[in-house]
């Protein structure tokens, strides 16, 4: 079993900053991509960063210069450092993980579960 825990969302003010952080944990032989999307109430799922295991990073237009992606591969974790914060921003922030569980095995998409992030003063 393959399990996506996130944490890190909350309240905070225009202009403010929050971390999301997600960790990967189950058998898995390795992790590919690792992305974070968000829905807002209303609107489709849409990408926020993502971030391949050994190439370059992607941002929404939306979010570049004040989003920034990390993983930390020996923890099997992503981030999210979010600066700047806008009340567009407000959604919930789901993490993302292309997942191979075996090797040489057909790689896999897994979510995370969701946690909300509120832009608001």
């Known amino acids: 079993q393959v399990q996506l825990v996130e944490s890190g969302g909350g309240l905070v003010q225009p202009g403010g900053s929050l971390r999301l952080s997600c960790a990967v944990s189950g058998s898995i032989f390795s992790i590919n991509s690792m992305g974070w999307y968000r829905q807002a109430p209303g609107k489709q799922r849409e990408l926020v960063a993502t971030?391949?295991?050994?190439?370059?990073?992607n941002y929404a237009d939306s979010v570049k210069g004040r989003f920034t992606i990390s993983r930390d591969n020996a923890k099997n974790t992503v981030y999210l450092q979010m600066n700047s914060l806008k009340p567009e921003d407000t959604a919930v922030y789901y993490c993302k993980s292309v997942i191979t569980r075996v090797r040489g095995g057909p790689q896999y998409n897994y979510w995370g579960q969701g946690t909300q992030v509120t832009v608001s003063s």
């Open positions: 971030m391949p295991s050994g190439g370059s990073t």
